[in-house]
């Protein structure tokens, strides 16, 4: 018997534009001219669909050009933040009846929806976090990519699921969904990351209180303007800005949020599982947090790699998008027969590297998000500059914008400093390795478990390297980002996160609870 869901065409990954077809190209300057015309517009709250202004305003600048307003929104009070909550309680009630085919299909509308404006997007993208063409692209795809994998996750898990028949009895096991959501995600994937965890928590049947960086709040407030001109009912995605301190922690710990889903740093990640931890008065469950956090990913080359294939993918893995991906390497662990080698090519491929206004065609690097990044950026390359030999880079670029060189930084001590904190921007310590033992090791010696890489050519090496390597994302003969939805579920472990594979098969579960109905006969 045919189900809903066998009428839905199997999932394909969006492909990313590389802008060799003259027709994108022209599209995507068209579209860098129109939204660049609509900067400094004012986008308001949105609380149960309702558009609410506040004095307090928090801008978004062009990390390219702070001079330039990209938008601004308001800033949330504490008592905006519990009218929310409030609107997303209320709204729950009822939609958490509706349908699953019926949720999924706004979630469907709405990557068809982002399709039609998807230079818009790519250009938002492009001005308020910096990011080059291909790059603004690729956070684009994978959200179009989210939207049209979770749609389809919540069909299968709407269908009957299996159980083992017991004679007298008539059993089933659904799905149902968790309740109010805080959603915060990070600026670094600002489409990617926000439509996916906040597509999951509603096409499971729950309601959100989105709160987005303020580095990236504009385009939250566009998809949230998307997904009430598709007729998503009120109160089911609230679109609250403001800063953490005034809001944050009023979010996480309010008795009414059942569940927190967050991306950002080690340091927030512990805070928000701290604070949820806590019951509050009237508090009626145990609050479930999905947590992606930081990483220092490594990329091993072992004696017998493919040398070119290596510092290529090294190279794309920690500068593209100025390193500011939890994924990005920021560690390549080099076998010592292979080392010098391996720096001198590394040395000139990145001295190949473009770095200025990403949107220019053709600017491989941007700037890093803002100024206090670039301070801390700055004052680490000074750190590693104490703890190795300076290969490249090191410098900040002349201009407005927050541009830094990409830096190499090599001989540099496991334990060392930039070995071991996450930095978060065009930042590659290189560490030489004895043997491929001392290269495991190596990798595994840091607090985080995200990502990794191997290049070598050794079906040994693949196998240790698969038992031993611990990430939540392990890759062989290719760079360490890029992990494509439904074909490398993302997350990771220790203190990179509670391993919540997004994109994966598993990640809606995050976001529902099982319930088995039993039934004598």
């Not at 199997?10 to 590389?18: A, D, G, I, L, Q």
């Not at 290969?391 to 990409?406: I, S």
């Not at 997004?502 to 006969?521: M, P």
């Amino acid at each position: 018997m045919a189900t809903t869901l066998d009428r839905i065409t199997p999932f394909k990954n969006e492909p990313v534009k590389s802008f060799a077809d003259p027709a994108d190209v022209a599209a995507m300057e068209a579209a860098l001219e129109e939204v660049k015309a609509s900067f400094g517009r004012f986008y308001p709250l949105v609380i149960d669909a309702e558009r609410v202004e506040t004095k307090k305003r928090i801008r978004s600048l062009n990390p390219a050009a702070p001079s330039e307003i990209v938008g601004e929104t308001a800033s949330a009070s504490a008592d905006d933040a519990q009218r929310a909550i409030d609107a997303a309680q209320r709204a729950f009630e009822g939609w958490r009846e509706v349908p699953a085919r019926e949720r999924a299909e706004f979630l469907f509308k709405a990557a068809a929806a982002i399709r039609e404006r998807r230079f818009l997007y790519d250009a938002l993208l492009v001005y308020e976090v910096g990011k080059s063409w291909p790059e603004a692209d690729a956070d684009l795809a994978e959200a179009i990519d989210f939207l049209e994998f979770y749609g389809r996750e919540m069909l299968r898990y709407a269908q009957p699921q299996p159980v083992t028949p017991i004679a007298g009895e008539e059993n089933e096991l659904v799905y149902i969904p968790l309740g109010v959501g805080a959603v915060i995600p990070p600026w670094n994937f600002a489409a990617a990351i926000m439509i996916g965890m906040s597509s999951a928590a509603i096409v499971a049947g729950n309601t959100v209180v989105l709160k987005p960086s303020s580095d990236s709040a504009i385009i939250a407030a566009w998809f949230v303007d998307l997904m009430h001109e598709l007729g998503l009912p009120p109160g089911v995605l609230n679109f609250l800005p403001g800063s953490g301190s005034e809001i944050g922690d009023l979010i996480v710990a309010h008795p009414k949020v059942r569940f927190i889903s967050f991306t950002g740093s080690k340091e927030v990640g512990l805070h928000i599982n701290e604070l949820a931890a806590k019951p509050e008065k009237g508090q009626r469950w145990i609050k479930r947090v999905v947590a992606e956090m930081g990483g220092k990913d490594a990329i091993i080359v072992a004696a017998d790699a493919d040398l070119d294939a290596a510092v290529e993918g090294v190279a794309v893995s920690a500068f593209g998008f100025q390193g500011q991906k939890c994924s990005a390497c920021s560690r390549a662990i080099v076998e010592e027969p292979l080392y010098d080698a391996f720096l001198e090519k590394l040395r000139e491929r990145v001295a190949k590297i473009t770095v200025g206004d990403p949107s220019r065609r053709g600017t491989y690097m941007g700037p890093v998000i803002n100024a206090k990044a670039l301070e801390t950026i700055s004052k680490y390359i000074d750190v590693g500059k104490s703890e190795g030999r300076l290969v490249a880079g090191g410098k900040r670029r002349e201009g407005d914008g927050y541009f830094l060189e990409p830096t190499v930084i090599a001989d540099i001590s496991p334990n060392a400093r930039i070995a071991q904190e996450e930095i978060f921007g065009p930042v590659l310590a290189v560490i030489k390795a004895r043997d491929f033992n001392d290269a495991l090791a190596i990798a595994n010696g840091t607090e985080f478990g995200l990502t990794g890489s191997v290049y070598t050519s050794d079906e040994k090496k693949i196998e240790r390297a698969t038992d031993e390597f611990f990430v939540g994302n392990l890759y062989f003969n290719r760079k360490s980002t890029g992990a494509m939805v439904g074909a490398h579920p993302f997350g990771g472990f220790n203190m990179s996160g509670t391993d919540s594979k997004a994109g994966g098969r598993d990640y809606l579960l995050l976001y529902l609870q099982a319930k088995t109905v039993s039934r004598k006969v």
